[in-house]
Nanobody, 126 residues
């Protein structure tokens, strides 16, 4: 079993930055896809950033150029650096992982991930 735990969510002003972390524990493996999703109140959950063990990444257009996903090889922590945050970035942010045959070529869908964290809240005020 795999456990994912997010941290780093906070309330910030527009233009500020936050760094989210996702700690993976349990039966993790070296071949993986990991990603960040977010869900704003009253909206569907959307995938915003993904990475695989070969370092391939993909981003939603809404965050491209502002957010950066990263994961150090051999370490269990996934991060999401979020710069120039805007009120529309307000959402609960979730970490997700897939340790089976998985590669990042473009954006990935929810059903492609098998493990999920409980999320961390990010609130951006204008």
């Amino acid at each position: 079993q795999v456990r994912l735990e997010e941290s780093g969510g906070d309330s910030v002003q527009a233009g500020e930055s936050l760094r989210l972390s996702c700690e993976a524990s349990g039966y993790t493996r070296n071949h993986y896809c990991m990603g960040w999703f977010r869900q704003a109140s009253g909206k569907q959950r959307e995938g915003i950033a993904h990475i695989d063990n070969d370092g391939r990444t993909s981003y939603a257009e809404s965050v491209k150029g502002r957010f950066t996903i990263s994961k150090d090889s051999g370490k269990p922590t996934l991060t999401l650096q979020m710069n120039n945050l805007q009120p529309e970035d307000t959402a609960r942010y979730y970490c997700a992982a897939n340790y089976d045959r998985c590669w990042v070529y473009g954006l990935k869908m929810e059903h492609e991930y098998y493990y999920w964290g409980r999320g961390t809240q990010v609130t951006v005020s204008s």
